[in-house]
């Protein structure tokens, strides 16, 4: 497995695969900080793909000025042995310098949508994702990027993103990965202590009663969120940031679940902010 450092080196690596043979090129962007959730998503992109490139950059852009960039957890060594574990072929770990040259003044903006569910509490967050996937996008030129359904309002802006900009690459959503207990696997879990580990569990509680009352026939959104919000006011020591069903394309609230919908909650563990989710079927 190579590691690549430059936008110049990842390209002529993707160009150099994709001519010998006309091989496809899979792309997994993370932060690092990798676990079985990412090794899902790289297991994926192998067998979907001829090659696979994994970036690993902790995206400045992407924090708010009060969020947790300076202590994100940097574990490059045991990053590269899982995803060599899982089969990629190239890491792909740029500079901060390397992706935001100096005097760089260039953003990319989903507007209305960078403004719902996490954009709503993170402002600016969804901006530094897009920009970021998109020069990963530009520098890796692959035909398939490989995301997990946590990040499900994520994958709702870069879906626009890629329709908007006509990008060539198909963004592939692979299943939310958890513990045997339901708590989604999250680079974030690592800032729980036990207790807190525990009070997480409310999380994907709420996301398992919107499923089981969509199954029941349950469709009002009011009664779903409502049975979330019961069961987050149980739980005092989490401060709930949103509970939601919207439309999975464009993220509005909508009155009515239909299948493909998408029910998600963010909140505050200690803290810790966390997110689940589940697409109603």
Known sequence: MEILHTVAELREWSRLERNDG??????????????????SLIRAAVHSVGFVAVSIFVNPTQFGPNEDFSRYPRTFDADCALAKAAGADVVFAPSVEELYPNGASTFVEVERLSDRLDGKSRPGHFRGVATVVAKLF?????????????DAAQVAVLRRMVLDLRLATEIIVCPIVREPDGLALSSRNIYLSAQEREWALTLSRTVRQAEALFASGERRAARITQAARITFAEMPQIQVD???LVDWANLEPIEIATPGSLFAVAAWVGKTRL????ILE
Do not use: C, S, W
């Not at 006309?22 to 090794?39: D, R, S």
């Not at 997110?275 to 589940?278: S, V």
């Open 242 to 244: 949103y509970i939601a």
């Open 275 to 278: 997110i689940d989710n589940a």
């Open 22 to 39: 006309g091989n496809t090129i899979g792309l997994v962007p993370t932060m690092g900080a990798l676990h079985e959730g990412h090794a």
């Open 138 to 150: 530009i520098a890796a030129e692959p035909d398939r990027a490989f995301f997990g359904q946590k």
